[in-house]
């Protein structure tokens, strides 16, 4: 981040405008607290309760913003158990929290350990357990339960990922091949927060695709999100890298960067970020080709793209990346035409990749595990066969 805001001469500011803060809430601070156990009885060899549990459980539809708004305290506290008697020589457990979360939240400690996920809806994990009840390992005295802080870090699940800097078009893109209807406008930063669409085929494939603002554009002149959305990209199974044909330029103050600069430049913000995010599946869109000299400009760089691995290594070393983002399919595109033939092109394309990479790692699977086959009609069955519980 230092290296690209050295790079491209942007000033810093001293903090982000309050009307770009937005509303989205991808990060939830939680005090957890397992209840006590019940003490025990020593004269009748009595066991106390165990305390109840706190427990997070994923749900479908929910937001962190919900989840603040119906949690009264940011403090949560299972019930103690009852001790032992001589009426009641096991004491009751304690009552268990359960607190319903969104899909996609990891839960971490204040150290960043990870202590869970929750990437599927009904999945739970226990954050803090009961302490046991008394007994005559404990001496019949009750322990506490586990206390300690948690974050809950949302990443947003989608097929498709949207990175670009300002006014290149991803809302533009996203609201002509989805569902969604984010904010378009003709300067930069008119996304605040993110959007997700489904893009919907005849025949019922339904694929989502998310708009995430503050990737690229807010990382280097701090306008407040910066990289935290980036995270947002992992949970993706394709990226879409979306340019202008004209460049890039902040505002007249501002070096201006050619289209294939801001490539280069997008891929060493990935790079920086998290490595690993290169080997995804990559989609690059060069929009609105239906501005002056578009298509000159397109057939200009189209042979540095096609040669990008060589070409980037023509580039200072301070924006050079040091792995090339790999393309599965180059499209130019007049977005803002809004032109039907270009756009089932586009989500025929976006389709076709990842139905690709999904065959292609369904094989890899296949010779990594001789019996995958098998392993899987197993768990088909499985399910099948498995009892419910009501």
Same mark, same amino acid.
């Given at each position: ?63 962190? %913003? ?26 009751? $457990? ?25 990437? *599927? ?10 302490? $046991? ?10 322990? !506490?339960?586990? #206390? ?18 300002? %006014? ?9 091949? #989805? ?10 930063? =008119?996304? $605040? ?8 085929? !005849? ?12 990737? $690229? ?37 501002? =070096?201006?960067? #050619? ?99 999904? *065959? ?27 009892? =419910?519980?009501?």
């Amino acid at each position: 981040m230092v290296v690209l805001t050295r790079v491209l001469g942007y000033a810093v500011r001293k903090g982000p405008r309050n009307y770009l803060r937005g509303t989205f809430m991808d990060s939830l601070r939680l005090n957890v607290k397992g209840g006590t156990g019940g003490m025990g009885l020593p004269k009748y060899g009595g066991c106390g309760g165990r305390g109840g549990n706190v427990c997070l459980i994923a749900k479908e539809g929910l937001t962190l %913003n919900q989840v603040k708004t119906q949690t009264k305290s940011m403090n949560l506290a299972a019930g103690s158990g009852s001790p032992s008697s001589a009426k009641q020589l096991m004491g009751q $457990i304690g009552e268990d929290i359960t607190l319903p979360v969104p899909s996609g939240i990891t839960i971490l400690d204040d150290h960043g350990r990870r202590l869970g996920e929750l990437d *599927e809806p009904g999945k739970t994990v226990i954050v803090a357990k009961g302490g $046991i009840g008394g007994c005559p390992e404990t001496g019949f005295s009750g322990q !506490k339960g586990q #206390s300690h802080a948690i974050n809950l870090d949302l990443k947003l699940i989608a097929d498709v990922c949207l990175v670009g800097f300002p %006014n290149a078009g991803k809302s533009t893109l996203l609201k002509t091949v #989805s569902n969604a209807r984010p904010r378009i406008a003709a300067y930069p930063f =008119t996304t $605040i927060r993110p959007n997700i669409g489904v893009i919907e085929f !005849k025949d019922y494939r339904k694929i989502s695709i998310a708009d995430l603002p503050g990737l $690229i554009e807010g990382a280097h002149i701090n306008i407040g999100m910066g990289h935290k959305f980036l995270k947002h990209v992992e949970r993706t199974k394709l990226i879409l890298v979306i340019v202008d044909i004209q460049g890039f330029q902040l505002s007249p103050e501002h =070096t201006a960067r #050619s289209c294939f600069e801001t490539i280069v430049l997008l891929n060493k913000e990935l790079e920086l970020y998290k490595p690993d995010l290169l080997n995804m599946p990559a989609i690059l869109v060069v929009n609105k080709m239906d501005t002056e000299n578009a298509k000159e400009k397109f057939e200009e760089i189209s042979p540095m793209i096609e040669n990008y691995e060589q070409s980037i290594k023509k580039f200072p070393e301070e924006i050079q990346p040091e792995q090339a983002l790999l393309f599965d399919a180059v499209l130019p595109l007049a977005l803002g035409e809004n032109d039907a033939n270009e756009i089932r092109r586009l989500k025929e394309k976006i389709r076709y990749v990842l139905d690709l990479h999904a *065959e292609r790692q369904e094989m890899e699977k296949r010779e990594e595990y001789p019996d995958y086959e098998l392993m899987m009609k197993m768990k088909r069955e499985a399910k099948q066969t498995t009892p =419910t519980l009501v």
